[in-house]
């Protein structure tokens, strides 16, 4: 019987997880990329420039947070001239989980470590 | 060479030696130490050059950043790149997933190279190149010390034997002399000791000195320096003498020996009770033989109360004579064997008896054991079945 139940369980949490993945990248695609894929924001740029002032996905999502809590040049790594070319971006209304959330699942999109081949 | 010097030529050789192997071990080591690190940095010389060139292409998959990209590899050493938390991102080496500077100068028998990457170019903070220690070096390193040991060893060796020499020379010399005027002396006593005994003999079948006290004195003062000078020629002569070892009739010898002992034992009042088996025979050398039996008997009388009792008891096992004199204390039964060593110094000799018996007794694997009483009795027992 409490195999059953842990079975059960268990089956509901990947449910759940996949669902919340789901969902996840149902508001990334809606309340980000739709937008970014009109400005044509390059986010492969975006992504390798934080990764190479950030290193680690952490630092990266706390850096972006903060740029998207308070957009300014200020909060940006990228240079001055990348402005000029794609306007500012408006301060995010998500909630701070939500917006953590959507920026985990963008860099994710890019994630180095998924990019390398040919490796045991 | 003699015994004694061969012994302290050996004691000298060990302690020079093994003092000399000790520094150069010792220096050997540190060398070794010294010369390792020499080697191993500048393996790991090489394999920070060899990081720049990783880096170089990380910077450039960083740039290009294709759908796929292929970590940079090389068959020379392995590599890995890690973030700024130091945890492990990619590479050809994945042993290590979290960086540990300090733990990781000598990890698992290779050589470790740590860099950092600035900008951090796909993420990479550090880069680790990593190879096996190359043993080639090291082993011909190794080869060099042994064989410097090994030189220095036999060239330190020759040398001790050298100074050695020179050190028991005088020592030498001295022993030499020293031997030489005993053996001097034993052969010139041999004459005059001699004479003195057939003149007695042909004194006492005369009637007019026959039964005379001083006579038996001068009997007696002869015998014990006739023993005394077999004992001398015995440890003297012994190297140089060859046993022969015959099957002896002991009971009659001792028998023979207690009669020549009697007039000495008489001038001390002692009673002797003989207890001897007939027909006890060993394979021994009559000199061993007679130097055994003389000396305990000879023992038991010097050492003995006037008017005490001397009990010889021969048996197929064993050979004991007990007498009734001063005693030996336990502590010096451990070294009353040690030439020239007597019990109580109050009486005459030379403590060479002891040391002969012992000789004998090693010699022939005998046992001897002693067994004392102070102011009561001594037991001397040698035995020869176990």
Not at chain 1, 73 to 80: E, L, Y
């Amino acid at each position: 019987m409490g195999k059953i139940i842990l079975l059960v369980f268990l089956v509901f949490a990947e449910l759940m997880s996949s669902e919340t993945d789901v969902s996840n990248s149902e508001i990334l695609q809606n309340k980000c990329l739709s937008c970014h894929l009109s400005q044509q924001i390059p986010d492969e740029l975006i992504y390798r420039r934080y990764l190479m002032v950030y290193s680690t996905h952490e630092h990266m999502i706390n850096a972006i947070f903060v740029y998207m809590k308070n957009p300014d040049k200020k909060n940006s790594v990228m240079h001055h001239p990348f402005f000029f070319k794609f306007p500012m971006k408006k301060k995010s209304n998500l909630d701070d989980t939500t917006l953590r959330n959507m920026i985990q699942a963008y860099l994710m999109r890019f994630d180095v470590k998924n990019k390398f081949t040919d490796i045991d | 060479m003699l015994k004694s010097e061969k012994k302290s030529l050996i004691r000298f050789l060990l302690i020079y030696l093994l003092s000399t192997f000790l520094l150069f071990a010792l220096a050997g080591i540190m060398f070794y130490n010294y010369e390792t690190e020499h080697i191993l940095d500048k393996q790991k010389d090489r394999l920070g050059h060899q990081a720049q060139k990783i880096k170089t292409q990380i910077r450039t998959l960083h740039n290009t950043f294709d759908k796929a990209l292929v970590y940079p590899r090389s068959e020379l050493f392995e590599s890995a790149i890690y973030d700024s938390d130091k945890n492990y991102i990619m590479g050809t080496y994945t042993k290590i997933k979290v960086l540990n500077e300090e733990k990781l100068d000598r990890h698992a028998n290779r050589i470790v190279h740590i860099s950092k990457v600035e900008p951090y170019y796909l993420g990479a903070a550090y880069l680790l190149l990593t190879k096996e220690i190359d043993g080639t070096l090291l082993w011909e390193l190794q080869k060099s010390i042994y064989m410097f040991m090994l030189i220095a060893g036999v060239f330190f060796s020759i040398l001790g034997i050298f100074l050695g020499r020179l050190f028991i020379a005088p020592m030498r010399s001295s022993m030499e002399k020293m031997n030489r005027f005993i053996e001097d002396t034993t052969h010139e006593l041999n004459t005059p000791i001699g004479t003195i005994l057939a003149n007695i003999e042909i004194l006492e079948s005369s009637d007019k000195y026959g039964a005379s006290k001083e006579l038996n004195r001068i009997e007696i003062a002869s015998k014990t320096l006739s023993r005394i000078y077999d004992d001398l020629t015995y440890l003297t002569f012994n190297h140089k003498y060859n046993k022969c070892i015959e099957y002896l009739n002991v009971s009659s010898i001792l028998e023979e020996r207690i009669a020549y002992f009697s007039s000495m034992a008489d001038i001390k009042q002692l009673a002797f009770e003989v207890n001897i088996e007939e027909n006890i025979y060993l394979d021994i050398d009559n000199n061993d033989l007679l130097r055994i039996i003389d000396n305990l008997l000879s023992n038991a009388i010097k050492y003995n109360k006037l008017g005490g009792e001397i009990d010889v008891c021969l048996t197929n096992r064993s050979l004991r004579v007990r007498d009734t004199g001063i005693g030996i204390s336990k502590t010096d039964i451990e070294v009353i064997s040690q030439r020239f060593k007597r019990a109580n110094d109050s009486e005459g000799g030379f403590g060479l008896g002891l040391d002969i018996i012992n000789q004998i007794v090693i010699y022939y694997e005998y046992v001897l054991e002693i067994h004392s009483t102070l102011e009561e009795e001594t037991i001397m027992e040698i035995r020869w079945e176990r």
